[in-house]
T-cell receptor
Framework: SQKIEQNSEALNIQEGKTATLTCNYT??????LQWYRQDPGRGPVFLLL?????KEKRKERLKVTFDTTLKQSLFHITASQPADSATYLC?????????????FGPGTSLSVIP | SQTIHQWPATLVQPVGSPLSLECTVE??????LYWYRQAAGRGLQLLFY??????ISSEVPQNLSASRPQDRQFILSSKKLLLSDSGFYLC??????????????FGSGTRLTVV
């Protein structure tokens, strides 16, 4: 069956450290993968997109890797801050014909401790 | 950039009552539009998507329906709500299918509680 899995446990890290979140998928062939941030009671906010032919993408303190052999994406936040505390969602797209069907993972809750 | 307006923010409705949630998009034309539901502690479940006016596709059989009467308006409806319809409803828009590296834009969501 098809699955998208993220860190099952909430992640607690110390301020200033690097947070690493994992997204694994099974029985999908994604054309691209996205990461979103979601704060409580709010809609997700798009952070980064990485395509199947890209291995790494960076944006400020964020870095995403995409390994289609391992069927895994890693999301890193360097020099983490308490303001980075949120739930992070990974999402993949298989580029169906008429629309870009995007399937979301369950999310990982990140808490950055001052 | 795109902005999605979604209302109301919270809604408490009795079982068996009708529902209408509206979503409007600014800053783009001919977007793909989506309705998602998010149960507590769960991922986003795609309910409906639309690639144009009057074009609606359903991802899961359910008690809900969707309509797109205008290019930038997307409506989620129900004739009779069930307890299981409770959840956080999100409208989303996309337009580039990943070509420009732009993801979905989401609205702020509606928290629906059916009592």
């Amino acid at each position: 069956s098809q699955k998208i899995e993220q860190n099952s446990e909430a992640l607690n890290i110390q301020e200033g450290k690097t947070a690493t979140l994992t997204c694994n998928y099974t029985n999908y062939s994604p054309a691209y993968l996205q990461w979103y941030r979601q704060d409580p009671g709010r809609g997700p906010v798009f952070l980064l997109l990485i395509r199947e032919n890209e291995k790494e993408k960076r944006k400020e303190r964020l870095k995403v890797t995409f390994d289609t052999t391992l069927k895994q994406s890693l999301f890193h936040i360097t020099a983490s801050q308490p303001a980075d505390s949120a739930t992070y969602l990974c999402a993949l797209s298989e580029m169906k014909t008429s629309y870009d069907k995007v399937i979301f993972g369950p999310g990982t809750s990140l808490s950055v401790i001052p | 950039s795109q902005t999605i307006h979604q209302w109301p923010a919270t809604l408490v409705q009795p079982v068996g009552s009708p529902l209408s949630l509206e979503c409007t998009v600014e800053g783009t034309s001919n977007p793909n539009l989506y309705w998602y539901r998010q149960a507590a502690g769960r991922g986003l479940q795609l309910l409906f998507y639309s690639v144009g006016i009057g074009q609606i596709s359903s991802e899961v059989p359910q008690n809900l329906s969707a309509s797109r009467p205008q290019d930038r308006q997307f409506i989620l409806s129900s004739k009779k709500l069930l307890l299981s319809d409770s959840g956080f409803y999100l409208c989303a828009s996309s337009r580039d299918r990943g070509r420009e590296g732009i993801g979905y834009t989401f609205g702020s969501g509606t928290r629906l509680t059916v009592v």
